[in-house]
């Protein structure tokens, strides 16, 4: 088997969408399995590429310029459904990157373990989105996405803490907050493969978004630092613009972010 942190980079350099899940998900198998057996696989090191390989379609736009979803509408239906395809795919490198990125900064071996199983669900979402769009007739890179879905990843090339903050703690939490209303969406239209899949996503999503809580604070006991103080630092030094409520606080309570992590950097009501 591979060290992680090349299946890590092979996967961050396959373009295709399904080829670039299916990769991920059979390095999954690999690592758990070994895991499984007592093995204790080499990590080793990397050199990912600071843009992972996109496929030709779908074309990425300014967020200003993506046009706005209606969901009470088939096409904005697929719209959103492609919209969440797109941020699954993204999800399913971010996941890669933290593991290939970061290697110099010495970790337990479950903090590979969480990010393996992690990318493995979000190559899994990707899948059941596409699976969607298809049953629809569309399918992923049939219409634009947002250009801006890799900022986040960008900003904190150099910032271990400062990723674990944004990407698990901020945008995955905000993925907890919406996700109920989509499936709402998707039930008043009798979508139910739709409905089936985004509760898959909003079940798994909570121990991703816990994953990111409990390693950030590992790292702030590492460095005897307070963990609310460090990361309302790192939210206002790399999250543009405020967090937006309402909140979805049980969710974020069930993992491990409490309200006075995310309601100082709430935009005013």
């Known amino acids: 088997m591979k060290p992680l942190a090349e299946m890590a980079e092979a996967v961050l350099r396959t373009a295709d969408g399904r080829e670039k899940t299916a990769l991920s998900r059979g390095f999954a198998a690999d690592w758990q399995a070994a895991r499984q057996e007592g093995a204790i696989p080499e990590v080793g090191t990397a050199n990912p590429p600071l843009h992972p390989a996109r496929p030709e379609t779908p074309e990425l736009l300014s967020p200003r310029d993506v046009p706005r979803r209606r969901p009470g509408t088939p096409h904005g239906r697929i719209a959103l459904l492609h919209a969440v395809a797109h941020i699954e795919l993204n999800a399913v490198d971010l996941h890669w990157d933290i593991i290939a990125r970061f290697t110099d900064v010495p970790m337990p071996l479950g903090f590979y373990d969480d990010w393996v199983k992690a990318a493995d669900e979000e190559s899994k979402h990707f899948n059941l989105m596409c699976d969607c769009l298809e049953e629809l007739g569309s399918h992923y890179g049939a219409l634009p996405a947002h250009a801006g879905m890799w900022r986040a990843a960008e900003d904190t090339v150099e910032d271990f803490m400062g990723r674990l903050a944004v990407v698990p703690m901020v945008l995955e939490a905000r993925g907890l907050d919406v996700t109920p209303g989509m499936i709402e969406v998707f039930r008043k239209a009798n979508a139910a493969s739709a409905v089936a899949a985004l509760e898959t996503i909003y079940a798994e999503e909570v121990s991703h978004v816990a994953y990111g ?6 790292l702030c006991g590492r460095h005897d630092e307070d963990p609310k103080v460090r990361f309302h630092a790192l939210v206002r030094q790399y999250f543009h613009g405020a967090l937006k409520p309402p909140f979805n606080e049980e969710k974020r309570a069930e ?15």
């Open 213 to 218: 809580s409990k390693w950030f604070h590992f």
């Open 255 to 269: 993992a491990g972010i409490p309200p006075d992590f995310y309601w100082p950097l709430a935009e005013a009501l």
